[in-house]
Nanobody, 124 residues
């Protein structure tokens, strides 16, 4: 299992967009579901979005539905989270995670491999 590495975080104004990416060197990336979580200071880590092994099925938290889009490119071993209409409350460290299953899962316990996180800060 290769390491998961997030990138693309940064500072953006409210209403703006940002795309974070997560890549791995693992040879089995395309077999497993992937997900994005975030954790703000003083808060618990929360589920945002998940995508199945093929990219054909996704799930989103209500807080980001319609604003965030989860996609993947198995040829590049990369999963993406496109974030639009960002709000100050979206400020957090964003983590990608890999499941041990191929289908979409929304519970944190289904994900056993985690990246180190990337900071997203939305200014008002």
């Amino acid at each position: 299992q290769g390491q998961l590495v997030e990138s693309g975080g940064g500072l953006v104004q409210a209403g703006g967009s940002l795309r974070v990416s997560c890549t791995t060197s693992g040879r089995t990336f395309g077999n497993y579901a992937m997900a994005w979580f975030r954790q703000a200071p003083g808060k618990e880590r929360e589920f945002l979005a998940a995508i199945d092994w093929s990219g054909g099925s996704t799930a989103y938290a209500d807080s980001v539905k319609g604003r965030f889009t989860n996609s993947r490119d198995n040829a590049k071993n990369t999963v993406y989270l496109q974030m639009n209409s960002l709000k100050p409350e979206d400020t957090a460290v964003y983590y990608c995670a890999r499941s041990t299953r191929s289908g979409v899962r929304t519970n944190m316990g289904a994900y056993v491999y985690w990246g180190q996180g990337t900071q997203v800060t939305v200014s008002s």
